[in-house]
């Protein structure tokens, strides 16, 4: 059975910083796209970051470019989300996702993905 697990989430003060991690289980994500998408409340699910399979390749929403990093290490099929100088207007449901076949680049756009988590909560105070 193939698994995305977030973790890492929680409740931070603005400014401050969490890491976001995407553990994958069931195959290897090692030569596929993955991206982190977030649903605030009452919000549509939206973009955040994506990564290519080596991680060469990166897209980042502007809400986040400089401040959020997307890596990932593909021995440990694990994905990570760096966000530092967190503001209120990140908290959300942070999903992790995976595209279903190799090679293709990183994508902005939910429906590329085949493969989602069930979600991590940042909340960031004021």
């Known amino acids: 059975q193939v698994q995305l697990v977030e973790s890492g989430g929680g409740l931070v003060q603005a400014g401050g910083s969490l890491r976001l991690s995407c553990a994958a289980s069931?195959?290897?994500?090692?030569?596929?796209?993955m991206a982190w998408f977030r649903q605030g409340p009452g919000k549509e699910r939206e973009f955040v970051a994506a990564?290519?399979?080596?991680?060469?390749?990166?897209l980042y929403a502007d809400s986040v470019k400089g401040r959020f990093t997307i890596s990932r290490d593909n021995a440990k099929n694990t994905m990570y989300l760096q966000m530092n100088i967190l503001k209120p207007e990140d908290t959300a449901v942070y999903y992790c996702?995976?595209?279903?076949?190799?090679?293709?680049?990183?994508?902005?756009?939910?429906?590329?993905?085949?493969?989602w988590g069930h979600g991590t909560q940042v909340t960031v105070s004021s």
């Open positions: 996702a995976a595209r279903a076949f190799a090679s293709p680049p990183p994508r902005s756009t939910p429906g590329n993905y085949a493969y």
């Open positions: 990564i290519s399979w080596s991680g060469d390749s990166t």
């Open positions: 069931g195959r290897s994500f090692s030569n596929n796209a």
